[in-house]
């Protein structure tokens, strides 16, 4: 049985991999470790790394993973910003899971938006102390309200059906466009016309802070934004700002850009030592999650059916279906 070496793993990560692994023929080692180029090391032994999205898979990194005999790096996510492609073109291959349930992350994005136009997170708090004042919880209807869509990949599309079904009106950018029953409009209309914004792309050179203070200046008054992709799209210190004037009315964040240290880790008992994501925090208008809009049971199974069907065919000697060839210039579909 071939082995892989399990990095960054946290306890809802074994439930399915450790059910699934005997059927693919994977034998693992679970580290709790992050992947980098000192940890790189632990994986000796296995052909097979198994990494997520806030390990450093940098050119360091891989260099000491084929000195230590692995073949394979596979990505147990969507988004491979952190893997350093030209660095592995020639020496291993890099696999990743494109797609495992868009109604996970689409439906965590409708929950954050809910949540922050209603107020809900602030009526549990407020009525577990038997205040049943109703001050400061006016909200507003989604419906007839316009939404902008930043890629229209599964994820993004799911989210539009969903917001269609709420009778939003719905306009989106794509470089890329593929949905004739979507209105395509430039970026920068999508900014000046949208109530909501919600970001649906993976994060490359071209989608590095696309939300940034130009951006900002053209929205709306009190418009919402949602990320439930990767951090560095917005420019965090822009969006305060933007916060602190009174342009935003409403941030949902599942993702931050400066994130690895911090999301997936209990730090109740430590001084949050990053000044920017403490000042979003305290914000009343903003709701951040710790990256965890694709945590469901069903995204969870697919994604160690995928990522354990990837090295199985690696393994086998079959063409990899889900290989990551190069970086593409420009991708908004994702």
Known sequence: ????????????????????????????????????????????????????????????????????????????????????????????????????????????????????????????????????????????????????????????????????????????YDPFPTQSSLEYVPLEELFERSDVISLHCPLTSETYHIINGYSLKLMKDRVFILNTSRGALIDSEALIAAIKSGKIGGAGLDVYEEESEFFYEDLSESILKDDVLSRLITMPNVLITSHQAFLTHEALKRIAEITLGNLKSFFGGEALANEIVSKKKVILNG
Do not use: Q, W
């Open 1 to 172: 049985m071939n082995k892989a070496a399990f990095f960054d793993t946290k306890p809802y990560d074994r439930i399915y991999f450790d059910a699934l692994k005997n059927d693919y023929g994977v034998e693992i080692e679970y580290f709790e470790s992050k992947l980098n180029p000192r940890t790189a090391v632990m994986a000796k032994g296995a052909k097979a790394v198994i990494a997520f999205v806030n390990d450093d898979v940098g050119a360091e990194t891989i260099s000491v993973l084929k000195e230590n005999g692995v073949e394979i790096i596979a990505m147990r996510c969507a988004g491979y910003n952190n893997v350093d492609l030209a660095a592995a073109k020639g020496v291993m291959p890099v696999v990743r899971v494109p797609e495992y349930s868009p109604h996970a992350v689409a439906e965590h994005a409708l929950a954050l938006l809910l949540t922050l136009v209603r107020k809900t997170h602030k009526a549990y708090i407020r009525t577990r102390d038997y205040n049943f004042s109703l001050n400061g919880f006016v909200g507003f209807d989604l419906h007839g309200k316009t939404l902008g869509v930043i890629g229209t990949g599964k994820i993004g599309m799911t989210f539009v059906e969903i917001c269609r079904g709420l009778g939003m009106n719905v306009i989106a």
